[in-house]
């Protein structure tokens, strides 16, 4: 118990690894932050036309559909629908009907707006006849929230990772390693306080995280924790192999970026692409897929179907810890 304790002091007092521990924390506030802020206003039109040249009752239309900004000059308008910042759609009369002036750097929503306007404010009356039912806008952020809240548990889940690398690096560097390996402490005692040391800060950090943010349904919590330890664990054991193979801290920082980008990038793709068959199968052997996957059931289904990505978590917790064990067995006896 006393090497515990003196293993998560050291690491607690390694920089790196407390803003790895803190920085999933941060972005789940950033998060909640912006989930508070309305951005329904991204996506509305916005027109522009001439004081002396649109009529009141064209001005009258457009307001129906977004907001109008009357100009004095051609100039100001023109500016105005240049804009980089804005998509704004210039109107201008065209006897009885309306043409439409963009600068061409608009998204495809306010484009095709700007080239059927015209049409729409001809057939403006027989329109006018219609029964129109006008449906609540949806949230634009909450499918991307939930995508961005579940990397962000992804990178606090395998946090871990980065604190048992670091942690044995650390060690190699300062000579504490050599002092270790004549200490009288098995093998299996060292493995299971450096795995001890990854699993808390990581299991911690992703809980912390899911406070900040995520919520979920009181029934659901238990499936969030079994995602969170199983996830935990397996980083702990990725991170004993990068403290093992890594010969300086340099070369462990990349070893540990080079994994986290495969661990995020991954789930996200497969997840964006809706990948399936065989595709799909190859992702579950980064363990982040499953636990992505699991995460984004939870956020999305009030009766999450997750047995099958725990299944995968728990064969990625046997396979690592098996070939660790393996290669470290195989070392010893060839040195």
């Not at 118990?1 to 521990?21: I, N, T």
């Not at 789940?28 to 001439?50: K, T, Y």
């Not at 962000?152 to 390693?177: H, P, Q, R, Y």
């Not at 192999?241 to 340099?250: C, P, T, V």
Request: aromatic residues 10%; proline residues 3%; hydrophobic residues 50%.
């Amino acid at each position: 118990m006393r090497g515990l304790f003196y293993q998560l002091k050291s690491v607690w007092k390694d920089k790196l690894c407390m803003m790895s521990f803190l920085l999933p924390i941060v972005v789940a506030l950033a998060l909640n932050f912006i989930g508070g802020i309305d951005l329904s206003s991204v996506a509305e039109f916005h027109f522009g036309g001439l004081e002396s040249d649109l009529p009141a009752q064209t001005i009258d239309w457009l307001e129906r559909y977004g907001s109008v900004t009357i100009y004095k000059t051609q100039e100001e308008l023109t500016d105005a629908i240049n804009e980089p910042s804005t998509y704004m759609i210039g109107v201008i009369s065209d006897g009885d009907s309306i043409q439409t002036m963009v600068s061409g750097d608009e998204l495809d929503l306010f484009r095709q707006t700007a080239d059927t306007l015209p049409a729409l404010y001809e057939g403006r009356e027989s329109a006018g006849q219609m029964s129109i039912t006008v449906l609540e806008r949806p949230d634009i952020m909450t499918g991307l929230q939930n995508i961005f809240i579940a990397t962000t548990l992804i990178v606090a889940m395998f946090m871990g990772c980065t604190f048992n690398a670091m942690n044995i690096i650390s060690e190699k560097e300062n000579g504490v390693d050599l002092v270790n390996q004549v200490l009288p402490m098995t093998q299996s005692g060292y493995v299971i306080q450096k795995i001890f040391v990854g699993f808390i800060s990581g299991s911690l950090s992703a809980v912390l995280t899911v406070c900040c943010y995520f919520r979920i349904p009181l029934k659901n919590v238990l499936l969030m924790l079994a995602l969170i330890i199983l996830s935990a664990f397996i980083a702990a054991l990725i991170g004993l192999f990068i403290g093992k193979f890594a010969e300086s801290l340099m070369v462990g920082v990349v070893y540990i970026k080079i994994i986290m980008i495969i661990f995020m990038a991954v789930p996200l793709v497969s997840y964006l692409l809706a990948t399936s068959g065989l595709i799909s199968v190859i992702c579950y052997f980064v363990p982040s897929s499953a636990a992505f996957e699991g995460i984004m059931n939870l956020a999305n289904s009030d009766r999450p179907m997750i047995a099958k990505d725990m299944l995968i978590l728990m064969a990625h917790c046997i396979i690592w810890f098996l070939l660790y064990l393996s290669i470290s067995k195989w070392r010893k006896k060839h040195t």
